[in-house]
């Protein structure tokens, strides 16, 4: 995988960070996108067409692969999720992905891999997350498989890892630890992932060992769903 040039987004999350180091130390060259001064290389809105296609445009020349780790989570229930609220957690989680790959397009070469981090309330619904997360990687999910049909004649892959619980601030943010314990209970493997576990994952889907997976929607949650 040497001297492969690729955008990250979300390089400042836990998983996006786990991304960024396995494939720095693999030799890929990784452009970071990210919505905070000094955490990434390019900064860009995630609500924004403009600044994000500017962000594509600003990455220039060929593109051997794409990962997609940024995203926001908040609460629900329904009757506390503004339509407002729902709009920007689509706008963050689903249309910024959409809107990167149709810029990128020019610039990503036969052979590309695109890896989108999603989650298993893609399969079932999100136990801390509201309505509008659990609808937008629902979505997500839906738009990898559909990808891969528009995409394959190109020789460019799209898949999606979803993980379940992933050791890191926002797995602790919205539970109290007795809470975030009795989680764990529901993963078979008892635990909840590591960064790099998840980070081999997308590693393996951005390699051409994996060139025939292509709209597969890839569970990486110790069993869980």
């Not at 905070?36 to 995630?46: K, P």
């Not at 790959?101 to 989650?119: D, E, K, N, T, W």
């Not at 764990?184 to 980070?199: C, F, N, Q, T, V």
Request: contains cysteine; proline residues 5%.
């Amino acid at each position: 995988m040497s001297q492969r040039r690729i955008v990250l987004t979300g390089a400042d999350g836990t998983v996006g960070s786990g991304v960024q180091t396995r494939l720095s130390a693999s030799g890929w060259t990784v452009t970071t996108i990210g919505h905070r001064a000094g955490l990434a290389d390019l900064l860009a809105d995630f609500r924004s067409e403009d600044s994000l296609r500017s962000a594509m445009s600003a990455v220039g020349g060929a593109l051997d692969g794409m990962v997609f780790a940024h995203g926001m989570l908040e609460p629900g229930p329904v009757d506390r999720v503004t339509p407002a609220a729902w709009r920007q957690m689509m706008a963050v989680n689903l249309d910024s992905i959409y809107t990167m790959i149709h810029y990128a397009l020019p610039q990503l070469r036969p052979g590309a891999s695109i890896v989108v981090v999603s989650s298993t309330a893609a399969f079932d619904h999100s136990p801390v997350g509201g309505p509008h997360y659990t609808a937008g990687k629902w979505a997500l999910n839906g738009l990898v498989r559909h990808l891969a049909f528009d995409l394959g004649p190109r020789g460019i892959r799209i898949n999606s890892v979803c993980p379940g619980t992933v050791e890191g601030p926002m797995a602790r943010a919205l539970l109290s630890e007795a809470d975030y314990m009795e989680s764990l209970k529901g993963i078979p493997l008892g635990r909840a992932a590591e960064a790099s576990e998840i980070a081999e994952v997308v590693a393996f889907l951005l390699d051409a060992k994996s060139g025939y997976v292509t709209g597969a929607n890839l569970p990486v949650s110790g069993g869980y769903r």
